[in-house]
């Protein structure tokens, strides 16, 4: 199969053919979600939480995250792979090029960082050196104690218009996609058509061109209570390849997310 590309997902998005996406953090796991033909595989920070037990992803390292992404690319999957900036890899500009680059070296296609219309500059420098840019908006994991926790963003219309607007500034400072999470889905529908790159969804509804879930909620691993937006594939499919196929059809299909998993 040909391997997807960022051209791809800008295709996905022109034909309006929504595409999966799934987190991944070892070579398993990647190969079998490549396998069921997931669009793109996520070597998150939340590797923080759901590997290493943390509770948060703010002590995630760029050298996790650099053994991560370097065990995927091993998976030789057709799928295209972005990875997380952890947290504090962003302090300055040159700081955050040079941790790109070292993900981009490990075997990412596409970094993704958390933030707002401050983040533009940033986004112009990496996409300049070649280095494809996902911001990550709405509910951002590592800013969880400025938010309060773990908790819908873009509620009030202002908040709302505050963040289309950010994710105008940062698909004109060069993002190539725009991932949306916790955020209604009214919202997320007025940024979708607010920009030309694709935009993926957590907990963002199904009107964006792309969904994503953490790997371990879909399967149902999730220890604690699992957020409002997950869906557990394992269920109804029986094994882990199964469940993959079953999220991606279900993601091509319309039918993930349903009303209940949205805000
Ligand atoms: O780290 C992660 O898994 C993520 C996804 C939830 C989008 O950033
Ligand atoms: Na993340």
Redesign the pocket.
Known sequence: TRPITIKTLNERRSAGQPFS?L?AYDATMARLAGNAGIEVL???????M?LQGHTS?LPVTLEDMVYHTRCVARAETASLIMA?LPFMTNITTSQTLEAAGRLMQAGAHMI?L?GEAWLAETVTALTQRGIPVCV?MGLT?QSVHALGGYRVQGRDSQQGDVMLEAARTLEQAGAGVI?L?CVPRELAGRIRTALSVPV?G?GAGPDVDGQ???MHDMLGATTGKAPRFVKNFMTESGSIEGAFRAYHEAVKARDFPAPEHCF
Request: glycine content about 8%.
């Open positions: 996406c987190t996520l070597i998150g920070d939340s590797l923080g759901v992803t997380d993704k958390e990550h994991p991932l999470e993926i957590i994503i879930l953490v």
